[in-house]
């Protein structure tokens, strides 16, 4: 599967990220692949291979209903033409950002998100305490036809004191610098889909 993406749009998140921390895209996927993706991850529900989520790293990573209540899978190069042509895209992005802004982004990790009717997850930062590798977040929504009214925004607490709240809408990309933005997903009324992830750069123990 073929993907580009435009010089104006890594400009556009560039510039965004460079001078507000966060970058908000409508149309970033192309609806082929995002509805592809989408089936995929109803595909991977249905087969009950999508796990609940915990918090946490390595072996403390624990299940917390009151703290999240999505249910995750990994993604893996070669798993689907889908999955290929997302990750290719946001490697294009990595490229990019490391060229502009000299982040030393080496990788990108990211998972299906799977939000049932009235799932939620805290207010909370993408970067561990002890770990500072995760750099910049990415979500890429799979909703098609999503309403305000549906509920399930992803809200934005920053720097300037002002709160955004993000519709999940398909083919929007959400991406913010992981240790400044404060976020937290809010309940819906349908379930909510998305590929949720972070690039990442090199750390103790890394290769």
Not at 111 to 124: E, I, N, R, S, T
Not at 184 to 191: F, I, K, N
Request: glycine share 10%; with cysteine; hydrophobic share 40%.
């Amino acid at each position: 599967m073929t993907t580009d993406i435009s010089d104006s749009l890594l400009s556009r998140i560039i510039d965004d990220l460079a001078e507000f921390g966060w970058s908000l895209q409508t149309g970033f996927a192309p609806q082929s692949l995002t509805r592809q993706l989408a089936e995929e991850c109803r595909q991977r529900i249905a087969q009950g291979t999508l796990a609940p989520a915990g918090t946490g790293r390595g072996h403390a990573v624990a299940v917390r209903e009151g703290t999240r209540s999505d249910h995750i899978q990994w993604l893996e190069a070669g798993q689907s033409p889908a999955c290929d042509g997302y990750l290719q895209l946001l490697d294009d992005l990595r490229v990019a950002i490391n060229q502009s802004l000299y982040m030393g982004l080496v990788d990108y990790e990211s998972h299906f998100a799977f939000y049932p009717p009235g799932g939620f997850y805290l207010k909370h930062l993408d970067r561990f305490r002890d770990d500072d590798r995760r750099a910049v977040s990415a979500v890429l929504y799979l909703n098609d036809g999503w309403q305000a009214e549906d509920g399930g925004m992803l809200r934005l607490y920053l720097a300037d004191g002002q709160v955004r709240d993000v519709l999940p809408e398909a083919g929007t990309l959400v991406v913010f610098l992981s240790a400044d933005v404060p976020h937290e997903v809010l309940p819906a009324s349908r379930d909510r889909l998305s590929l949720t992830g972070w690039f990442r750069r090199r750390g103790d123990g890394v290769l």
